[in-house]
């Protein structure tokens, strides 16, 4: 995962994801991100933007509309 995509989020419903870079929000979507699918993004969502930077395992560094993420719950390790 690249330094900076440290913030787990859930996709509240099926979401679609942009390849990585700017001004590409306006071409069809890559992909789909299906609901309860984690994304990783580098800040938390704010109700300014409507698209932000993510790490998507499998697919890598996606351009994600932020409206339809949830916190991801913490995780409990045995340390």
Request: charged share 15%; aromatic share 14%.
């Amino acid at each position: 995962m690249p330094e900076g995509y440290y913030l787990p989020y859930i996709s509240a419903f099926d979401e679609p994801y942009w390849p990585y870079g700017f001004g590409q929000i306006s071409k069809p979507p890559a992909g789909t991100i299906p609901k309860g699918s984690v994304v990783h993004l580098q800040r938390p969502p704010d109700k300014i933007g409507t698209h932000q930077s993510g790490y998507l395992y499998g697919v890598g560094r996606v351009i994600v509309k932020i409206g339809n993420f949830q916190p991801a719950p913490a995780e409990i390790t045995n340390s």
